[in-house]
């Protein structure tokens, strides 16, 4: 029995596609530039037609308009909270791993202990401590996201630790950083990447739903849980309230799940073809 | 499963300092509200009464005595005690959490299963497109659809509040589907993998029906992996019900928390906190047992660190 069935199409093409995706977000309010805030009383609720494409919501204001302007929002709290996050996983994971012994056991120790207490419990605590706003918000979702990163960037680097060229480079007195820069760091870019691309679909199904609650961005400030949760009460007059910024985000955090997900499976062929 | 016992030392720890670290000195609040000029005298007199000048490890025992009697001090926004206000709440979120939790679990670890063993070839390509897909739909979105066309379009079920088991299919199916498809995804590579196996090949060959190997063999050996997620996945379900709760009026323990969250309510936050935390630190301990239980090679005392 082979292995799954794989093209390796699928390396570039989903990771490719949310580079777009997330360009295009960032990019578009920059083309679109009209106020996304703009209250319109004589087009409330107005199915989509040629002048607003995906129509208006129960103020008047252009749902197409207020998704752009919106989403650029979030993904900018996104691709923060990644960047951070991994940073930090990243220095804790390579020293876990590399250091093994006392510092290994107390940092292991630390992430599981950490790892007891569910994502969205932890987030919503440190909310709770520091107030709303987007630098409690980016604190609060790094502090639930780099414990799992960590734990899993410590055990790629452990295997890789624990290799023959790791111990031959030892063997002819390399120095430790030009073993964890040359030779440990290059070998867990792909499981980098690939926690980097699911933490994205993760971060922006978490950023939208505190907004859904009212806990992150704030009215009239357009975002696309806000969005859905101002649409819930005229979903039975205008569905499309509640289409748009739905599939956005079911759009995006697809992309990111197929792009991680791709790399991983390419990743273990590559491995077991070794 | 000695993991247990730092956590809850952590948890409670945590959940102490949260609640009494809070807005500023509680001997100057204590006399402000019975109007009594706050002379240093009176602080000094107040601050001892009330145990502030102890060292931390004593404040912190007694806070614990006090937990343990269900004492969590009085909510900042409604001075209610705190054991009273999540008390009254507590049975929907249980029911609400059980019950998501069987339908997760039935349901992900059944469909994985049948998923890895009935699988195509040709269609290995498309179910993973449609996993990744379906694990990126967000519970309130799904919640919100399935309002709109089974409660409103349709008008099957009831849309909010509590009563009659009717009630509980939405919120529960929109608060398991995720859970579900994570559940999915995992089962359906671990049976992948333990297809490989020498010892499933000889359970053919020796003529065992499929369903016996299915069950006995390769499930049995799938279920490591899975224990540990399933354990975990209470949890996540535990607290994802803060979200669905809101949305389909279910009176647990969401609205409360919400509403601290938002109001900086920290001594009924730190309540929540410890009242989820036992039950989940009571599930990952089970599924440590569990994992015991299914392979005793797995030693109970070596967890951390222990599984790289």
Redesign the interface.
């Known amino acids: ?1 082979s292995a ?4 390796p199409w699928e390396g570039f093409v989903w990771p490719g596609l949310l580079v777009l995706f997330v360009v295009g977000v960032l990019l578009a309010p920059a083309f679109a530039t009209s106020d996304p805030n703009a209250i319109r009383m004589d087009k409330r609720l107005a199915a989509p037609d040629a002048e607003h494409l995906l129509g208006t919501d129960h103020l008047g204001r252009d749902v197409l308009l207020r998704l752009l302007h919106g989403g650029r929002a979030t993904l900018a709290i996104g691709l923060a909270t990644v960047l951070l996050s991994m940073t930090l996983a990243l220095v804790v994971g390579l020293v876990a791993g590399y250091a093994k012994g006392a510092r ?2 107390a940092l ?2 630390l992430l ?2 950490l ?7 932890v987030t ?2 440190i ?3 520091l ?2 706003g987007t630098l409690p918000l980016i604190l609060a979702l790094i502090g639930t996201a780099w414990a799992g990163q960590a734990r899993l960037l ?2 790629a680097t ?2 890789i630790r624990n290799s023959s060229y790791v111990e031959a480079a030892r063997a002819i007195g390399a120095r430790q950083s030009h073993i964890l820069f040359r030779h440990v760091l290059p070998n867990i870019v792909t499981p980098l990447f690939v926690l980097a691309s699911l933490e994205l ?1 993760e971060v922006l ?1 978490v950023v ?2 505190l907004s ?4 992150g961005a704030q009215p009239p400030n357009a975002d696309w ?1 806000v969005m ?1 949760a101002e ?2 009460s005229y ?2 007059q205008a ?1 499309w309230l ?1 289409w748009a910024p ?1 599939v956005c ?6 992309l ?3 792009a991680g ?1 791709s790399l991983q ?1 390419l990743r273990d062929q590559s491995l077991r073809r070794i | 499963m000695l993991a247990a016992l730092p956590t809850l030392l952590c948890l409670t720890m945590l959940v102490f300092v949260l609640t009494t670290s809070a807005r500023g000195d509680p001997a100057l609040i204590l006399l402000e509200q019975s109007d009594q000029p706050a002379t240093p005298e009176l602080l000094a007199f107040y601050r001892a009464e009330l145990g502030l000048d102890d060292p931390l490890p004593v404040r912190y025992l007694r806070w614990l005595g006090n937990a343990l009697q269900g004492d969590l001090g009085r909510s900042f926004l409604t001075q209610r005690p705190v054991t009273d206000m999540l008390a009254e709440r507590v049975v929907p979120t249980l029911t609400l959490g059980l019950v998501a939790f069987a339908v997760a679990t039935l349901g992900g670890v059944g469909l994985g299963a049948l998923l890895a063993t009935s699988r195509q070839p040709w269609a290995d390509l498309l179910v993973r497109l449609a996993l990744c897909v379906l694990a990126a739909i967000p519970s309130f979105w799904l919640a919100i659809g399935l309002i709109f066309f089974l409660g409103v379009q349709w008008r099957l079920l009831p849309v909010a509040g509590q009563g009659s088991w009717q009630h509980i299919v939405m919120p529960a199916v929109a608060l398991s589907f995720g859970s579900m498809v994570v559940m999915l995804r995992l089962t359906r590579s671990a049976v992948l993998e333990v297809l490989r196996e020498d010892y499933v090949r000889t359970a053919h060959a020796k003529g065992l029906a499929p369903r016996l190997v299915t069950l006995r063999h390769i499930l049995r050996n799938a279920a490591l992996p899975l224990t540990t997620l399933i354990g975990m996945r209470f949890g996540t379900l535990l607290t994802g019900a803060v979200i669905i709760e809101s949305i389909f009026a279910w009176p647990g323990l969401g609205s409360v928390f919400i509403t601290a969250v938002a109001g900086r309510d920290l001594p009924v936050i730190g309540g929540y906190i410890l009242l989820i935390g036992l039950p989940i630190i009571a599930a990952n301990l089970l599924a440590d047992v569990f994992c015991h239980a299914l392979d005793p090679r797995i030693n109970l005392a070596d967890t951390a660190g222990g599984r790289a």
């Open positions: 029995m799954q069935q794989r093209l290994d056991v292991s120790g599981d202990m790892l007891t207490l569910p994502g969205l419990l919503l605590a909310l709770g401590v107030g709303t410590r055990a452990l295997a679909a199904l939208s739903a859904f609650l009212g806990l849980g859905l649409s819930r979903f039975a569905p509640m739905g985000i079911v759009l995006y955090s697809a990111a799940n197929l997900d499976t």
